[in-house]
């Protein structure tokens, strides 16, 4: 069964540094770029960018440039995305989606839930 | 990147039909085949739905369509069940190796 797992819930004060996992099982972990997508409560969602599991090559969106960092870890086969100078602003649900191979997302996990306040 | 423009409601009655619609621009929706709809229930991960504007994952139902005209893609719930009354969003690649998301539909079904 291909499945994503994420870590679990986080708090996290104005100007810290948040670190979400995913953990892929179920299928070939550096056949697929990794992505991530957040969703703030309430609202849409924003994509935040890609990893590559075999190069480590990344691709962020405009809005996160700077301020976010993705790693991979295929020993285990999880990937990490951790986010810089948090503000209330970043309080949002943190997904982890693989990629289709034809530009739609079909395997998300679970979110992780990140809270910014003082 | 602006986010793509997305109804905030739509609804119809069992059987009945909905169409939901997203507006991009010719640097997403338009200049791609590459729209793809997800469906979300409360406190659910979405689920891919539709990719490639029209194009159904296996285990999705029929009733579930894709089109795009221009700028304008839209989803079409043919034959509304009670099942169907989630959230859905579109999203589009936009070019770079990026991509966008709609702001979302609240399908309601009466």
């Known amino acids: 069964q291909v499945k994503l797992v994420q870590s679990g819930a986080e708090v996290k004060r104005p100007g810290a540094s948040v670190k979400v996992s995913c953990k892929a099982s179920?299928?070939?972990?550096?056949?697929?770029?990794m992505h991530w997508v957040r969703q703030v409560p309430g609202q849409g969602f924003e994509w935040m960018g890609w990893i590559n599991p075999i190069s480590g090559g990344t691709n962020f969106g405009q809005k996160f440039q700077g301020r976010v960092t993705m790693t991979i870890d295929t020993s285990i086969s999880t990937a990490y995305m951790e986010l810089n100078r948090l503000t209330s602003d970043d309080t949002a649900l943190y997904y982890c989606?693989?990629?289709?191979?034809?530009?739609?997302?079909?395997?998300w996990g679970q979110g992780t839930i990140v809270t910014v306040s003082s | 990147q602006s986010a793509l423009t997305q109804p905030p409601s739509a609804s119809g009655s069992p059987g009945q039909s909905v169409t939901i619609s997203c507006t991009g621009t010719?640097?997403?929706?338009?200049?791609?085949?590459?729209v793809s709809w997800y469906q979300q229930h409360p406190g659910k991960a979405p689920k891919l739905m539709i990719y490639e504007v029209s194009k159904r994952p296996s285990g999705v139902p029929d009733r579930f369509s894709g089109s795009k005209s221009g700028n304008t893609a839209s989803l079409t719930v043919s034959g509304l069940q009670a099942e169907d009354e989630a959230d859905y969003y579109c999203?589009?690649?936009?070019?770079?190796?990026?991509?966008?998301f709609g702001t979302g539909t609240k399908v309601t079904v009466l």
């Open positions: 989606a693989r990629p289709n191979g034809y530009h739609g997302f079909d395997i």
């Open positions: 179920g299928y070939s972990f550096t056949a697929y770029h």
């Open positions: 999203s589009s690649y936009a070019g770079s190796n990026n991509y966008v």
């Open positions: 010719n640097s997403d929706v338009g200049g791609y085949n590459y």
